[in-house]
């Protein structure tokens, strides 16, 4: 199976600054990746399909980047509704995978 | 809008069987556009994705839990199920049923979520 890396496990962010997150696959994924936003008690929720597209109503500081074994989620001014695990999920492959997550705090 | 709802024990022995039902509502479940979709999400080891059935009943199961687990899909009721068989505590997890989009392959419907415990 395709095994998804994420770093850092634990990103401390002031409101307003810009997050970066990784996410590396073990195998080719294409842009077979969606990114997912998970607050505590909730289901993942799909922000990013395709490595770059945005789901319909997430908002425009959410992008992501890459293809094949490397990609980026970037959060460009965190807002305090952003502080939450991000988790990355290939598609290209089956059985679908799922980074370990990266966990976006208040610094 | 789509919605699904899984309904189940929230805590069962080990050595048992786990039966979930996914509940789909606001649309048919009979429908070639989607494949219905098991994750699990332990506390520890993360979010574990289980397996697909397909409307006509055909299945894919994670290898890694294809000895233990069967799906089936109920049509006339409008919901899809898991059972898992032979628990150890290291089946204790949140368990989701989602929807996968068979065009674009993304995984962009979840339930609420039900949480299980395998525990004696």
């Known amino acids: 199976e395709v095994v998804m890396s994420q770093s850092p496990a634990t990103l401390s962010v002031s409101p307003g600054e810009r997050a970066t997150l990784s996410c590396r696959a073990s195998?080719?994924?294409?842009?077979?990746l969606a990114w997912y936003q998970q607050k505590p008690g909730q289901a993942p929720r799909l922000l990013i399909y395709?490595?770059?597209t945005r789901e319909s109503g997430v908002p425009a500081r959410f992008s992501g980047s890459g293809s094949g074994t490397d990609f980026t989620l970037t959060i460009s001014s965190l807002q305090s509704e952003d502080f939450a695990i991000y988790y990355c999920?290939?598609?290209?492959?089956?059985?679908?995978?799922f980074g370990q997550g990266t966990k976006v705090e208040i610094k | 809008q789509m919605q699904l709802q899984e309904s189940g024990p929230g805590l069962v022995k080990p050595s048992q069987t786990l039966s979930l039902t996914c509940d789909v509502s606001?649309?048919?479940?009979?429908?070639?556009?989607?494949?219905w979709i098991w994750i699990r999400q332990h506390p520890v080891r993360g979010l574990e994705w289980i397996g697909y059935?397909?409307?006509?009943?055909?299945?894919y199961y994670n290898p890694s839990l294809k000895s233990r687990v069967i799906f089936s899909i109920d049509t006339s009721q409008n919901q899809f199920s898991l059972k898992l068989t032979s628990l150890t505590a290291a089946d204790t997890a949140v368990y989701y049923c989602?929807?996968?989009?068979?065009?674009?392959?993304?995984?962009?419907?979840w339930g609420q979520g039900l949480r299980v415990t395998v525990s004696s």
């Open positions: 989602a929807r996968e989009e068979r065009g674009s392959y993304v995984t962009d419907s």
């Open positions: 606001g649309g048919s479940i009979n429908n070639v556009s989607y494949y």
């Open positions: 059935i397909f409307y006509s009943g055909i299945t």
């Open positions: 195998q080719n994924a294409d842009i077979n």
């Open positions: 395709g490595a770059s």
């Open positions: 999920q290939q598609y290209n492959r089956w059985p679908r995978t």
